[in-house]
């Protein structure tokens, strides 16, 4: 006959009371799982589409508390198209607006899901197809990870434009960590980085 109560039963069991304990010891009962980790976590934001917009439409559109309100839809031309695509912002989608007149032709970025824009962050276009960004954290497998949170994808080369001592890239992030990124829109990706 088997025997009912083994050594693993009673490990398993009291692993699981422990784990409780510490559950109930980290949030001390006073704010549930879900506001801890909403509380602590750090929005990663990796923008799948970068594009030039060319006009918009609004209906109440306005970014308040970080989300939208109203709905906004955009004339988009990504790289490699040679009309514009529309690109609607619901109301509720996080994001930001840092184009003064999004009638004139702006860029965005934009984290999707499909065909559905997940995120959004609509900013200036600087001469040349250009984008001005925040200073590069550091460069993983393809993408810059930014200050602020974004990741976008860099070219092989990144061209520094910054009088600095550093012999290489991490040691230039290290030394000039108030750097100005540059984003191509033309190459699809950043491609310099000037202070």
């Known amino acids: 006959m088997r025997q009912v109560l083994s050594w693993r039963f009673v490990a398993t069991i ?8 510490i559950v109930y010891f980290a949030f001390g009962n006073r704010q549930s799982v ?15 589409l970068i594009t030039l917009t060319l006009g918009s439409t609004s209906d109440g559109f306005a ?8 709905t906004l839809t955009v004339q988009a031309l990504p790289v490699g198209f040679a009309q514009p695509v529309p690109l609607t912002i619901y109301p509720g989608t996080p994001g930001e607006v840092t184009c003064l007149d999004l009638a004139t ?13 997940s995120w959004f962050a609509i900013v200036p276009l600087a001469a040349g197809f250009k984008i001005q960004l925040p200073a590069i954290e550091e460069l993983d497998a393809g993408y810059a990870h930014l200050v602020n ?10 061209d520094r434009r910054c009088d600095s001592p550093a ?17 191509d829109l033309g190459r699809g990706a950043l491609t310099a980085v000037t202070c």
């Open 14 to 21: 009291a692993a699981l009371l422990a784990l409780t304990v």
């Open 34 to 48: 879900a506001e801890v980790v909403q509380d602590q976590t750090v929005h990663t934001r990796r923008a799948d």
């Open 63 to 70: 970014v308040q508390g970080g989300r939208s309100t109203g």
């Open 105 to 117: 032709p702006c860029a965005m970025l934009a984290q999707t899901l499909g065909d559905t824009v």
């Open 149 to 158: 949170g974004w990741e976008v994808p860099y070219a092989e080369v990144i």
């Open 167 to 183: 012999e290489s890239f991490s040691e230039f992030l290290r030394l000039v960590p108030n750097h100005i990124s540059i984003y």
